[in-house]
């Protein structure tokens, strides 16, 4: 396969199984995930990432526990793949108060102070202008880190991608964007939303350094990110890298799919990450089903535990509704 | 200060120059403290406030930005978020609603978002008001729209000593702080004490005490409603002036007093009639104070209109001090 | 809507007994209202033909509104009614009416007096009736300060206040009222206390002899001598017959005495027997049934119940030897009488069993003296042992 010739060398084997572990620990996180909104365990939206689980996995290995992570409402996959405990973000979907929230955000806004992840940001657009902000407190402490902030494609469209392009640019700030293409802005294609549907070419426009990857390629995600990553931490100012990828699954949990064809889902599932991976994995000797089944079975172990944490944890009473609108309690 | 040494005594100056003098002081007393909006550096401040910052601070830290207010505002919630302490000039109220995302969105939600674990600890300045015949899109007042938001605090300074002194306790609020300036202010001058320094943001004030009727009122109006208080007490009617000070959160306890204490009450509020500040008030009087009342509770609010250009139309549509005192006599039963 | 006592503050009208077009005359009954003290029948002190009734059966509307027109001799009829009007029948004052305002919101005009809040608390207070006061406040509204000077100003005009308008329970809305005006009696009278002993049985013995020849229904109970008895030794002693007002006392317009009637379902009403002086005792008898039986269906006239220039209140039925009364206000006297017993009693002379009552007077120290107390007793004694002087 052309790509994998182009594609960057197989790394050693623990990492390789690390980076299928990873994946495939996102993949069964979510399907558990969706079992449990249909018992009604969970409610309001739910953004599956399955299917794009290459990126957060990928993108992760560039980044060290001091950089900043600022995400979408369809960052579970990010939280998973940035360190966060699993029974945590099981325990805010359920609205738990030992939810990593305290279940005051739900599926679509995960924060996590310990891996300075800052969200879980449902308002398309809304986040980069926090990760310019991110970039800009980092740069003025002068401290050597990274924000990397995930955004769809749809985000393209609003002028808060703009502005922010623009002004991380011309302040030449540490920020990574990573804008995850799956085609779709929830159910309008990307020929239907833009102009020019080469997403990288926007952001070159803005003298940002731009890449286009292959977002179903973990080792190419990794790669990228690691470039990226490594010119920002240089002082070249923010990177750009869209990541053309595909979610196998509905924009969220009740959506009947009209606008794509069940073709292009069953054409972009052969290209799947982890089936590609892991096929890479065995065609290189790395991977046996005895290893497949030894990371399955350490996966479900820890999916269960989630599940089991988040069933253990309490609501938190009526009483502190009110908590956490100010930093005092007395205040408005 | 050096005025301070001279004998303790107090220091002329105008609104401008308090702000700025709250500015530098801010900048000098914290490292992680930095200005950023529109025009805040070389041009100086759309109304000049920040002016000779730059040179004393260098660009690091008195920021020009695009005109993008969306990202230069989530910018410094970024940034607060970050560690650092920004200050974020946005040229008017106006323009504000360009980054209203990032305000209602962002600011003011990511504390309880996140269960508590981050707190954005950011300053948003703003001008705001009309009555320089700037026409409808930079005259409006919409401190009552940010006011309606938990999450965020909203403060407007109508005094000297209070534009010295609220940015600092702004600073050192770990949630995001507004501070609405009215326009028409910055020009206004006088004394304060030369050591004067910050001042709380939680509490209203009596500016002037009487015992016939409260006005309550905040911002520009405070001028207005003063000289209403002065020329009713011609008539042998002793206005009481409260001075909200805090739009959000609103200290019920000074106002409710006050009225109690008069029986009667006029709000008089630059933000429109209906569904404003004014309004909120008036709830919390009826609900609180409905029983000590001894007339209606009155309004006298910017009419019903975008504010228009034309001088006599734009004073017509705007609270005055003739309008203040009708309303007064009207409730005393002077008019009916 | 009549004020049928200072303690009322609305009524519900129950029903009309006219209907437009029907011509009155001063003093018909015209309509029945259900008021804190029970139905009431109002009556017009209007002649002419009825135009227009304005409030609906059913309807509870504060005292003064005005509940129906009435066209005098040779008056064109009004034009066809624009909605409720503002309240005119209000005695004093009348209050300014609101200037329409572009900037006031359109609707009908008030249909009761404006108090504000605190206003109406203070009174409460203080037991004015705030709808009575002049209002300086906006559109001539009742405020504080009207209520504070009403009250430092002249405070024996006070009227007594009850608290809602429209109490749920009629017997503890009366309660309330008997409450309100009994406490404001003894806040402000300085009552005194007269009795004696009165020989009462030639005064029997001839109302027996009378019974003897009149038919069953006319026959004349004691109670109706006592009254009338009462009614002509006040002649005697006007200053106990009339009202305290403004700090000074008024003669009553004729003797109209009030008799004290205990209701089946607890507290009690004082209607008036109209020039009760001039009335001869069949009438007074008369009038007592009547209003005996009007009081206790709950169907009392209005001027019956504000007319009243002092009050008989007798228990003699229950047993008691004395009664040391409470005076109504704003009347200046009330005279109880106890049970009729056999006693002892010296006669020229001799001890003989006789049948007494012990009379007592409770009187307005401001307005009279014990001395012309006493002589109030000492005619009525006269009077009553000159029977037939009473018929």
């Known amino acids: ?56 996995v990928g993108v992760m290995q560039a980044l060290t526990p001091q950089d900043a992570i600022v995400a979408t409402y369809r960052e579970h996959g990010h939280a998973l793949a940035r360190g966060m405990s699993a029974g945590a973000v099981m325990a805010e979907m359920y609205g738990k108060v030992g939810g990593c929230s305290r279940g005051r955000g739900g599926s679509m806004h995960l924060f996590d102070a310990a891996t300075r992840f800052y969200g879980g940001n449902a308002i398309v657009g809304g986040g980069l202008p926090l990760a310019v902000g991110l970039g800009l407190a980092d740069r003025m402490q002068e401290k050597a880190n990274v ?18 392009m623009n002004l991380a640019a011309l302040w030449r700030l540490p920020v990574l964007f990573l804008c995850e293409n799956n085609l779709y802005a929830m159910g309008t294609a990307l020929q239907l939303s833009e102009s020019n549907t080469d997403i990288h070419e926007k952001a070159a426009g803005y003298g940002v350094a731009s890449e286009a990857v ?99 944890s309490d609501w938190e009473p009526v009483g502190d509704l009110t908590r956490d609108v100010y930093t005092e309690e007395d205040a408005a | 200060m050096t005025a301070h040494a001279a004998g303790g005594g107090t220091i002329a100056l105008t609104y401008r120059e308090a702000v700025r003098a709250a500015l530098r002081e801010a900048l000098e007393a914290d490292p992680r403290v930095f200005l950023m909006g529109e025009d805040v550096g070389r041009y100086g401040g759309c109304y000049a406030v920040s002016t000779g910052l730059l040179a004393d601070f260098g660009p690091e830290r008195i920021r020009d930005t695009p005109l993008s207010e969306s990202v230069f505002v989530g910018a410094g919630i970024g940034a607060a978020l970050g560690g650092m302490r920004p200050i974020v000039e946005v040229m008017t ?96 001058k006088g004394e304060i004490p030369a050591d004067a320094g910050a001042v709380d943001i939680d509490r209203a004030a009596i500016r002037r005490p009487g015992s016939d009727v409260s006005l309550i009122t ?76 001894d007339a209606p509770v009155a309004r006298v609010c910017s009419e019903e209109v975008p504010i228009p250009y034309a001088r006599h139309l734009e004073a017509a549509a705007l609270p005055q001090t003739d309008k203040i005192i009708r309303a007064v006599e009207h409730l005393m039963g002077s008019h009916d | 809507m009549p004020s049928l006592g200072s303690d009322m503050e609305a009524g519900t009208l129950v029903e009309w007994l006219v209907a437009p077009g029907d011509t009155v005359s001063r003093g018909d009954i015209v309509a029945v209202v259900e008021t804190q003290k029970g139905a009431i029948e109002i009556e017009t002190f209007e002649a002419g033909v009825v135009d227009r009734l304005v409030v609906e059966p059913g309807t509870e509307v504060p005292v003064g509104t005005v509940i129906a027109h009435i066209r005098g001799a040779g008056e064109p009829a009004a034009p066809e009614a624009p909605a409720p009007e503002a309240p005119e029948a209000k005695p004093k004052p009348k209050p300014k009416a609101p200037k329409p305002a572009a900037a006031k919101p359109a609707g ?173 005792l069949g009438a007074v008898m008369q009038a007592l049934r009547d209003l005996v039986q009007r009081a206790r269906g709950g169907r009392l006239r209005a001027s019956e119940l504000s007319d009243p220039t002092v009050t008989v209140t007798s228990l003699g039925e229950n047993g008691v030897e004395a009664v040391f009364p409470v005076i109504y206000p704003p009347q200046v006297a009330i005279v109880g009488f106890g049970s009729v017993v056999e006693r002892p009693w010296s006669v020229d002379g001799r001890i003989e069993s006789r049948r007494v009552i012990t009379a007592s007077l409770a009187a307005d120290h401001r307005v009279s003296d014990g001395h012309r107390g006493a002589l109030f007793l000492r005619a009525l004694d006269r009077r009553l042992q000159d029977p037939e002087t009473l018929a």
């Open chain 2, 218 to 293: 905040y911002g520009g109006s405070l001028g207005k409603t003063l000289t209403a208080a002065e020329s009713l007490a011609g008539q042998g009617i002793e206005a009481e002036v409260v001075d909200l000070r805090t739009l959000r959160p609103l200290d019920d306890a000074t106002i409710l007093d006050s009225v109690r204490r008069t029986r009667r009450a006029v709000i008089v509020d630059e933000g429109w009639r209906s569904v404003g500040i004014a309004a909120e008030v008036m709830a919390r009087i009826m609900e609180q104070a409905f029983y000590d009342l």
């Open chain 3, 108 to 280: 009908p005009a008030p249909t009761r007096v404006r108090v504000s809040p605190v206003a109406r608390r203070r009174a409460g207070q203080l037991g004015i009736d705030p709808e009575t006061l002049a209002g300086t406040g906006p559109g001539g509204a009742v405020s504080l300060e009207d209520v504070e000077r009403a009250a430092a100003a002249a405070p024996a005009t006070a009227a007594s206040a009850t608290r809602a308008a429209t109490p749920p329970d009629a017997s503890a809305a009366m309660r309330r009222a008997i409450a309100a005006a009994m406490a404001r009696s003894k806040r402000e009278i300085p009552h005194y206390y007269l009795s004696t002993t009165i020989d009462l049985t030639q005064a029997l013995d001839w109302l027996e002899a009378e019974n003897r020849r009149l038919p069953v229904a006319g026959r004349l109970l004691y109670g109706a001598l006592l009254v009338k008895a009462t009614a002509l030794a006040l002649g005697e002693v006007p200053e106990l017959n009339g009202f305290w007002r403004d700090d000074g006392f008024v003669p009553g317009p004729g003797i109209h005495v009030g008799a004290a009637i205990a209701l089946r379902r607890g507290g009690l009403v004082a209607p008036a027997i109209h020039d009760t002086d001039g009335k001869d």
């Open chain 1, 147 to 164: 924000t990397a902030c995930f955004f769809g494609e749809g985000a393209v469209a609003e002028g808060e991608f703009h502005e922010s």
């Open chain 2, 93 to 188: 109220v106006n323009f504000s609603l360009l980054a209203i995302d990032q305000i209602v969105n962002n600011a003011a939600t990511i504390r309880h978002m996140s269960g508590g674990q981050f707190s954005i600890p950011l300053v948003i300045r703003m001008a705001t008001g009309g009555g320089k015949q700037l026409a409808a899109q930079h005259s409006h007042s919409l401190e009552g729209w940010y006011a309606h938001i938990p999450g965020i605090r909203v403060v407007t300074p109508a005094t000297i000593a209070d534009a010295r002194g609220m940015l600092a306790s702004a600073l050192a609020c770990p949630d995001p702080v507004l501070i609405f300036e009215n326009a028409l202010l910055y020009n206004e």
């Open chain 1, 214 to 312: 292959d977002g179903m390629d973990v080792l190419a995600v990794e790669a990228a990110a690691r470039r990226a990553s490594d010119a920002i931490r240089a002082g070249k100012g923010p990177y750009f890298l869209e990541l053309r990828t595909y979610r196998f699954r509905p924009h969220s949990m009740f959506d009947p799919e009209l606008y794509r064809d069940k073709d292009e889902i069953e054409a972009w599932k052969r290209r799947g990450p982890i089936v590609t991976f892991s096929g890479h994995l065995r065609d290189a000797g790395l991977l046996d089903d005895a290893a497949l089944a030894s990371i399955e079975a350490e996966v479900e172990r820890e999916v269960d535990e989630a599940v089991a944490f988040a069933e253990a």
């Open chain 1, 1 to 56: 396969m052309t790509q994998s010739e182009k594609g960057p060398a197989m790394p050693d084997r623990a990492h390789a199984l690390d980076l299928l572990r990873g994946m495939i620990r996102i993949r069964r996180f979510e399907e558990k995930c969706a079992e449990l909104y249909s018992a009604m365990k969970i409610r309001g939206f739910l953004h599956l990432c399955i299917g794009e689980e290459a990126i957060p």
